[in-house]
């Protein structure tokens, strides 16, 4: 019967299903930007998250799982399976300016378990596009969106400025998203407007209500719909928490009035208000009688934001660097339906391996209209099998400035900003961003600085290896001592490199102005 379903329409998989009784699992994918390694109780954090920690003990924590280090590379790669070289989007983030978006021909999770006969929802952030409708959630696959197309906005007002980009400016603000008023360089335009929509409608009823208060009602009501309903469930949940601006309504900082650090301190209201959230949304599902057919994934987005309150100590460099702190992400799965807890797996997974791993996971296949660079990981999450990858592409960015000297012809440029891992080992190249060891706030240890940076002041390093198994942070560059092994992974690097479609970045345009679009950000081609 399973080739039947990979080879006919979905609704005679959706008879097969109901016809053997056994409803496919509901799915309920919670997002969360800029969290930390750090910053989940279970990884000692010095605030709670019993929520989190309670499911993640219940489940199988992803103990050696990769991101992306920035937002809507790792979003892209959750939704499409495909590594940033194949999809464009190797340089940044999509900002609210830019004439861009995830490859339209590049179909989604949410496409795939549509035709798997799933009802399926997104709730919170969006960040895969937006000014062409075309890009936007209702038409990628999901069959209801309330929340954000930008990547960050204010909690409260659902506000946010862009100012212009292109490929030559850089982009070092701390928090990536400007609030009114927050631009530098007077001569910067500034666009601004509201973002909040339900559909495709703005919303204009919710200024002073708190996002993650929000965003937990609105997953709350579709639980309460999907428990009449025949379709399972498909929840995608982006939580604004716990990005930039440090907002967080007093009742949840209160308690962290030791944090002695102004942004760890409502960085820790945040994280709570979320795991309150996420609790409220186990209770739900419980009280409406789907948690035994639930299976429940959480994730961060990218490494945390430590200008920002997040931390990822004992790892190295941190939110848009290509250290592990960049990159190594929090992560675990859940749910009666997933039939193991307690478990701690130590095997090499990615974010580009949660499509085809979700389509095995409800008992099917990805047919020719995916082509994802991830594996399926569902033996490995379910039955506890090995990985079934040994490498990750973290990225190749051409557009990032070289760094140094060429130190090898004939294979890959090593003056270009990238990161291979191969088994144990990990190969950085060219510009990998701040490099320092930051501990939280409140464990004073002085911070460590690279020693290469003590004895290079020109700064003109570019090539690093790590066993990354042996040495998590990343202390011991071994690149001098193993340099047949650099010259390996530099071929795989160029032979990953011969694949890439050009970077897509383009310039900011004007028309974005939600002056043009009822004060709103939106669509504007
Ligand atoms: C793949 O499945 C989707 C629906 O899930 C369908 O729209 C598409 O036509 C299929 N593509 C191929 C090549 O079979
Ligand atoms: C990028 O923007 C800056 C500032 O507006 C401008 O000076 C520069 O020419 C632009 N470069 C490109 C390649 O568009
Ligand atoms: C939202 O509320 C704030 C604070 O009460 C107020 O300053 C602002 O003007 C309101 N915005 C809108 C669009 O109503
Ligand atoms: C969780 O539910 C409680 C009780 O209804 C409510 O007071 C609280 O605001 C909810 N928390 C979030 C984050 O939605
Ligand atoms: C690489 O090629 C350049 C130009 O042909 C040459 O000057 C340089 O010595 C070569 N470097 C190495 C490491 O072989
Ligand atoms: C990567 O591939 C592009 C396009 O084929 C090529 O122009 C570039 O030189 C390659 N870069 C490196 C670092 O190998």
């Given amino acids: 019967m399973k080739i039947v ?9 959706l008879l ?74 190797q340089h940044s983030i999509i900002w609210p300016s830019q004439p861009y978006g995830v490859p339209l021909d590049d179909p989604t999770m949410a496409d795939f378990l549509r035709g798997q006969g799933y009802s399926t929802h997104a709730v919170g952030k969006w960040h895969l596009g937006l000014y062409k409708k075309e890009h936007t959630p209702l038409h990628r696959g999901f069959d209801s969106f309330y929340g954000y197309w930008t990547g960050g906005e204010d909690y409260y007002k659902y506000y946010v400025c862009d100012r212009f980009h292109n490929r030559t400016i850089r982009d070092l603000s701390a928090s990536g998203f400007l609030l009114p008023g927050q631009i530098n360089n007077q001569q910067d335009v ?44 498909f929840l995608y949940l982006a939580y604004q928490a716990v990005h930039s601006p440090m907002e967080a309504p ?41 948690w035994e057919d639930t299976i429940l994934i959480f994730t961060t987005d990218n490494g945390g934001q430590i200008l920002a309150g997040g931390n990822n100590w004992p790892l190295r460099g941190y939110k848009r660097t290509l250290w592990e702190g960049g990159m190594r992400g929090v992560g675990f799965v859940s749910g009666p339906a997933l039939g193991r807890s307690g478990q701690i797996s130590k095997e090499l997974m990615h974010v580009s391996d949660w ?19 991830g594996e399926n990981q569902w033996p490995m999450i379910s039955k506890g099998k090995r990985s079934a990858r040994s490498q990750i592409l973290h990225n190749i960015d051409i557009w990032t400035p070289l760094k140094g000297n060429r130190l090898y012809n004939n294979t890959f440029d ?112």
Wanted: a negative charge; one cysteine or more; aromatic letters at 10%.
């Fill in 414 to 525: 090593n003056r270009v900003r990238a990161a291979v891992r191969v088994g144990d080992y990990k190969l950085i190249t060219g510009d990998p961003g701040d490099d320092r060891w930051i501990p939280p706030p409140h464990e004073e240890i002085d911070l460590m600085t690279s020693k290469e940076k003590v004895t290079d002041p020109a700064d003109t390093k570019n090539l690093w290896l790590f066993n990354v198994r042996k040495d998590p942070s990343e202390v011991i560059d071994l690149s001098l001592t193993m340099p047949e092994k650099v010259v390996e992974l530099l071929a795989v690097l160029a032979t990953y490199n011969a694949t890439a479609v050009p970077p897509n970045y383009p310039p900011s345009d004007p028309n974005c102005d939600p002056k043009l679009h009822g004060g709103y950000w939106g669509p504007w081609e």
């Fill in 250 to 290: 007093d009742k949840y900082i209160k308690p962290y009035s030791f944090i002695k650090n102004k942004y760890r301190r409502i960085y820790a209201g945040m994280v709570s208000a979320m795991d309150e959230g996420i609790g409220n949304i186990t209770a739900a599902l419980k009280q409406n009688g789907l």
């Fill in 355 to 373: 499509l085809p791993t979700v389509a095995d996971m409800v008992g099917s296949k990805l047919n020719s209209s995916w082509k994802p660079d």
């Fill in 5 to 13: 379903c990979v080879f006919f329409v979905s609704f005679v998989c």
């Fill in 16 to 89: 097969e299903k109901f016809a053997d009784g056994k409803k496919s699992p509901n799915i309920v994918f919670i997002v969360s930007d800029d969290y930390g390694f750090r910053d989940i109780g279970y990884h000692g954090a010095e605030f709670a998250t019993p929520n989190l920690d309670k499911l993640a003990a219940d489940g199988v924590k992803l103990e050696n799982y990769y991101v992306q280090p920035i937002c809507s590379p790792t979003r892209s790669q959750l939704m499409t399976g495909r590594y940033q070289i194949h999809t464009g989007l």
């Fill in 190 to 233: 500034e666009w601004c407007g509201y973002d909040l929509r339900d559909g495709n409608e703005p919303v204009t009823t919710m200024n002073g209500t708190y996002s993650t208060h929000l965003y937990t009602r609105k997953s709350i009501e579709l639980i309460e719909k999907a428990s009449s309903s025949k379709q399972p469930l």
